[in-house]
């Protein structure tokens, strides 16, 4: 074994015992390679049917109680399901234009007619087609928040959060602020926002609290997360500043791990959500729902904490995934490609894709590369890649699949 490979794996292994994954190398499961993972369980409990939200808590100092697990609606389809979410309790809605095909707004809006007044209702400064760039116009992304208010048949937006963002640059573009601070004048959006889950994560969310701009923080956050947040969130928590939780489930590959039993397999989401909201500084958790038995088995967690089944169940998921994620930092690989690719970029994004379920930011960066720079050779390539990764990671079919995953095609823009 080269001798830099010998330091990394001690590295690893005194860093794995630090987090109590002594075991981190003992499971070889070959997880994911479905492109749509389910995120529901196969053995759905009678005592789940019909589970409301047990547990409101504050939202900063919106003034506002919320739902401590309320309604993502990135892959909403019918409106029932909102009516559902508000007949069980569920009292933040999160939307945003370019949800499920440009379609979600719609469907809140249909689904709140009649309860608006009882409901905290999240959008963002985005329109149906994607993203707002930094420099938009600041009649442009009022433009957007007026096509929102349509789509949702309201008058107003409880929050618009500033959306995926990645760069301070993003988080404070004057345009931005000009617009919020506009439309808070004319009544139409009350509260802002930042939604943020790149590796800048850290840095932005401390800027949005340096700046004081803002009211609510949402960020990706599940156990074993990045190593500030929980600071952040309780500093959040201090200044009046709501934070709600996102991609909590950390990929959701719980379902298709076959080194868990049905009983894991089962009690996984619950065990996430538990462990969240365990923290007593975050004010809710935001999941996609989409179907009558999502409402059952998530909602049953509410008001929950979690025990020391659910903290052992957490950490074997995240010993089986482990041999998944390329580390950041890392890059041994990178002199063994005869392409010269940029690996660790590539599977970055490609866990953007999937685990973070950032499909279209996903695939921009990786349309950036030079087409020269892309995974597109490694179909044919014996892999010199794989045999120097410490992490024994697949690199080479990992990196098939990534190209597979993040090329722009007809039918999945
Ligand atoms: S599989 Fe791809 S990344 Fe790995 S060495 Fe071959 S070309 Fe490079
Ligand atoms: S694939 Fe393995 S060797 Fe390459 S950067 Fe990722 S963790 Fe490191």
């Known amino acids: 074994m080269p001798t830099d490979r010998r330091r990394f794996l001690q590295g690893l292994g005194a860093f794995a015992g630090f987090l109590g994954l002594g075991n981190v190398f003992k499971y070889h499961t070959q997880t994911f390679l479905l492109r749509d993972v389910p995120t529901l369980s196969e053995n759905q409990q009678a005592e789940w049917k019909g589970a409301t939200v047990k547990s409101y808590r504050p939202l900063g100092a919106t003034g506002f109680e919320i739902s401590d697990i309320s309604l993502g609606s990135s892959k909403l389809r019918d409106a029932d399901i909102v009516r559902m979410a508000a007949d069980r309790g569920i009292n933040y809605i999160d939307t945003s234009p370019d949800y499920s095909e440009a379609s979600s707004e719609r469907y809140v809006g249909e689904g709140i007619k009649g309860r608006r007044d009882k409901l905290f209702i999240a959008s963002k400064f985005c329109t149906p087609d994607g993203h707002l760039d930094v420099d938009t116009p600041v009649a442009e992304i009022m433009a957007a928040v007026e096509g929102s208010l349509q789509r949702l048949g309201t008058d107003y937006l409880d929050l618009c959060h500033i959306h995926a963002c990645n760069s301070v640059e993003r988080l404070m573009a004057p345009n931005f602020h000009e617009a919020f601070d506009r439309l808070k004048e004319q009544g139409k959006v009350r509260f802002l926002g930042v939604s943020s889950h790149t590796p800048q994560l850290e840095t932005v969310l401390k800027e949005a609290l340096d700046s004081g701009r803002f009211h609510v923080l949402m960020a990706a956050y599940h156990f074993e997360h990045w190593p500030e947040l929980a600071n952040i969130i309780e500093r959040a928590h201090g200044s009046g500043v709501g934070f709600v939780a996102m991609k909590t489930l950390k990929g959701a590959y719980h379902t298709v791990l076959s080194d868990f039993t049905p009983d894991e397999r089962t009690s996984f989401t619950q065990a996430a959500f538990k462990w969240v909201n365990g923290n007593p500084h975050v004010s809710g958790l935001v999941v996609s729902m989409w179907s009558p038995p999502q409402l059952d088995e998530y909602l049953y967690a509410s008001g929950q904490k979690a ?65 020269h720079r892309t995974a597109a050779v490694c179909a044919g390539c014996s892999a010199p890649c794989q045999d120097v990764c410490p992490f024994e990671l697949p690199v080479g079919k990992k990196m098939a699949r990534a190209h597979d995953l993040l090329s722009f095609k007809p039918t999945t823009v």
């Open 307 to 371: 025990g020391a089944a659910d903290l052992a169940l957490l950490e074997k998921y995240e010993r089986l995934i482990a041999r998944e994620y390329c580390r950041p930092g890392c890059g041994d690989c990178l002199g063994s490609c005869p392409a010269g690719l940029p690996i660790d970029d590539i599977l970055r994004y490609s866990m953007y894709y999937e685990g973070y379920q950032c499909e279209r930011e996903a695939m921009r960066d990786y349309a950036k590369l030079d087409s």
